[in-house]
């Protein structure tokens, strides 16, 4: 991604409340991927792994994304999106909400859209400012996930 959002300190953060951050470069759901996860996570679930079975029996002709591989994929994009300036550190604080709607088959293209969706000041013993923000991962058209994320 050639222009990237830069986000320069709270002040710049605040400025971007109700706005949209942008969204990445197409990145390509490979089964080399998949099967990368499983094996990092002990999840070889057959609609993940398992080539011809998923083509025989799967509803989706193909093995599918675990759901938490393509959450993970979030951060990357985000910062492929994103420059954050004037910050000691950002850290992810957490999710509220996360759903995956829709699958993600080998060779599908995804690409994360975010935006900012209000931010907060830091309250009585934390340590720093908070953002929400809602990002959607799209796959021609369709949203195999949705998020809701807190930052700080």
């Not at 971007?16 to 951050?21: A, H, I, N, P, R």
């Not at 993600?104 to 309250?123: D, I, N, Q, Y």
Request: include cysteine; aromatic fraction near 10%.
């Amino acid at each position: 991604m050639a222009n990237k959002t830069v986000i320069d300190g709270v002040a710049g953060l605040k400025s971007f409340v109700g706005k949209e951050l942008g969204t990445s470069d197409f990145r390509t759901m490979t089964f080399e991927d998949i099967k990368r996860f499983a094996d990092a996570t002990g999840d070889h679930q057959w609609i993940h792994v398992d080539r011809e079975r998923a083509k025989r029996e799967s509803p989706f002709r193909a093995p599918v994304a675990h759901g938490y591989f393509t959450l993970s994929l979030i951060a990357g994009l985000f910062f492929e999106l994103v420059e954050m300036k004037g910050f000691k550190l950002v850290v992810n604080y957490g999710l509220n909400k996360v759903r995956f709607p829709a699958p993600v088959p080998v060779g599908s293209k995804v690409r994360l859209t975010a935006g900012l969706e209000h931010h907060r000041g830091p309250r009585p013993r934390e340590r720093g400012d908070r953002g929400r923000e809602e990002a959607r991962l799209r796959r021609r058209g369709r949203v195999p996930l949705l998020f809701l994320s807190l930052s700080c």
